[in-house]
């Protein structure tokens, strides 16, 4: 495609009469008209070179002439512009994002957000921390690409601060460390100083077809070969020795090229023992990590769990007979809960005397007994692990419990019991039970999280009775709910249609609160909001009202 720039005759001030054009040969050329030839040459050239893209799709000068904006296959964009004074273009900081829907996200440690998604990537997203006339400014962008695969990403979960694992529509899991040039660069753009206690390679590449990141170490590193004298073409076998890697110091975020070819993570591992795709992953963040995949029959269906510190299969968990949907460790990693599409949920302990099971099923609820009628998409767990709220296509969230103070099994009538919001108590095990009553929506719950904890020892940010948990619905609407033992549920806040997804919201998490943040960042709580239009979301809310706000 092609668009002009050029000025009128009125004697006022114009632009010379310039034509871009955009080409499948990721090439952007910028043609301007020789008066004394009567013929249009080629002024300047943009584009990229290597990296699995299939270039530009179409091109447009800014009104002033002055930038260029260019669209690739992939979603991408591409913004150039030129230098004051030259003839030169620029490549300028764009927005850039998933084409495909998204699947899992995943707060780090660090700071940062990672997102999985079917358009085979997993990206990084940060805060762009700088000063602009004299003023604080932080803008969120993509930081990194960790991974660029050739199957649809569908789950992630960080095993430590620096290192996560992913999951395809493939019978590995994957396993990713982060770069010492990653965390310089996070260091320069978002102001966070992030140290690893071991030596991390420099960086990543991947090798020609081939799907795994190999390492690349400081020395590694090749240089690019020279140009023609002409400063514009390679020659066919320098093409060839082009480098995919190159240790690019970056001060704000990067562009599209350096996102392909510069950001990725080195995978350090890769784990075998399911049979059918990956689809749920969940880690406690210290030792244990937890996988799931999709599966149709019984002996697929099976939870596997892995010794991060080994990498070595510890347990095979059975109990479901349909796919787990979701895994979620407590928060100190004694309780993982799964739940199935076969509509019910099992919860296991972690047992320090065994080892050979190192967890065991101490609770689990029977299809032809359970709350829920439909499949179970979504589960958490409250801070204080004195809760856990499932939620189903049934339209239906319910919490459970075994702290008898949050059962008040005394105070339960026999009529309250039998109404269909009020389910029965049945011990499901070792004491747990529904504790609330079934809080019915407009639609599918899809996605469940509770509030993150105020403090080191997992209080919640509201009393020991109170419990505060956002809601993402098969429609994309975003809730803030509320639960307490006397006043049953509560709808704190219906997210706006503005700021909510146009399709199903598939994950939602909230960031964790951390210490010496900034005022504003203490004061609200981010919640990041994965959804089927393809895109990221990240509102806040005051942790004083818990009302959304931007």
């Not at 469940?448 to 109170?466: D, H, I, K, L």
Request: proline share 4%; with cysteine.
């Amino acid at each position: 495609s092609s668009s002009s720039s050029g000025g009128g005759g009125d004697g006022g001030r114009h632009q010379p009469l310039c034509l871009v054009s955009a080409s499948m040969d990721k090439t952007v050329i910028v043609w301007r008209y020789d008066t004394d030839a009567s013929v249009w040459l080629d002024d300047a050239r943009m584009g990229d070179i290597g990296g699995n893209t299939l270039g530009f799709y179409g091109a447009i000068f800014s009104p002033c002439g002055q930038r260029i904006l260019g669209h690739g296959y992939q979603g991408a964009f591409h913004l150039w512009r030129r230098e004051e004074g030259g003839r030169s273009w620029l490549p300028q900081v764009s927005v850039s994002g998933h084409f495909g829907p998204v699947y899992d996200l995943i707060w780090s440690q660090t700071g940062c957000l990672l997102s999985v998604s079917k358009d085979q990537t997993c990206r990084l997203h940060g805060e762009w921390c700088r000063q602009d006339d004299g003023q604080s400014l932080v803008t969120w962008h993509e930081l990194a690409r960790p991974q660029i695969h050739g199957y649809d990403l569908q789950c992630i979960a960080m095993t430590t601060p620096l290192q996560y694992a992913c999951g395809a529509d493939e019978k590995v899991l994957r396993v990713f460390d982060a770069s010492a040039l990653f965390l310089a660069n996070l260091s320069r753009i978002s102001g966070r100083e992030v140290r690893s206690e071991h030596a991390l390679p420099l960086g990543a590449t991947v090798p020609a077809l081939g799907l795994s990141n190999k390492a690349v170490y400081d020395g590694d590193e090749t240089t690019k070969p020279k140009a023609e004298e002409d400063g514009e073409n390679y020659g066919a076998a320098d093409v060839n020795r082009l480098p995919s890697f190159s240790a690019q110091q970056m001060s704000k975020p990067p562009v599209e090229e350096d996102l392909l070819q510069n950001t990725l993570w080195p995978e350090t591992q890769k784990l075998y023992g399911h049979s059918y795709e990956l689809y749920a992953l969940a880690s406690d963040g210290c030792r244990w990590l937890a996988s799931s995949c999709k599966a149709s029959k019984t002996e697929f269906s099976s939870v596997l769990l892995w010794d991060t510190s080994t990498w070595k299969l510890a347990a095979t968990l059975k109990y479901h007979n349909l796919t787990v949907t979701q895994l979620s460790f407590s928060r100190h990693g004694n309780h993982l809960l799964a739940v199935s599409r076969d509509r019910t949920w099992s919860l296991w302990q972690r047992d320090e005397t065994s080892t050979d099971a190192p967890f065991r099923l101490v609770a689990s609820t029977q299809k032809h007994s359970s709350v829920h009628q439909r499949v179970i998409w979504s589960c958490d767990w409250s801070c204080d692990t004195r809760l856990f709220a499932t939620g189903s296509r049934d339209k239906k969230l319910a919490l459970w419990s075994k702290d008898p103070q949050l059962l008040q099994l005394e105070s339960r009538s026999s009529a309250s019991a039998a109404s269909s919001s009020q389910p029965s108590y049945v011990n499901c095990g070792d004491g747990w039970g529904v504790a609330s009553s079934l809080l019915e929506l407009a639609d599918a719950v899809t996605a469940v999280q509770f509030v993150p904890c105020s403090g080191a020892e997992g209080a919640s940010t509201s009393n020991a009775s109170s419990y505060s948990l956002a809601v993402g619905l098969d429609t994309g609407s975003v809730l803030l709910v509320s639960w307490t033992v006397a006043a049953q549920w509560n709808v704190l806040h219906t997210v706006s249609n503005e700021l909510c997804p146009t399709q199903t919201v598939q994950r939602l998490r909230w960031r964790p609160l951390e210490s010496g943040q900034p005022t504003s960042r203490q004061q609200h709580a981010q919640l990041a909001v994965a959804s089927a239009d393809h895109s990221v979301r990240i509102l806040a809310f005051p942790l004083s009202s818990l009302t959304c706000t931007s």
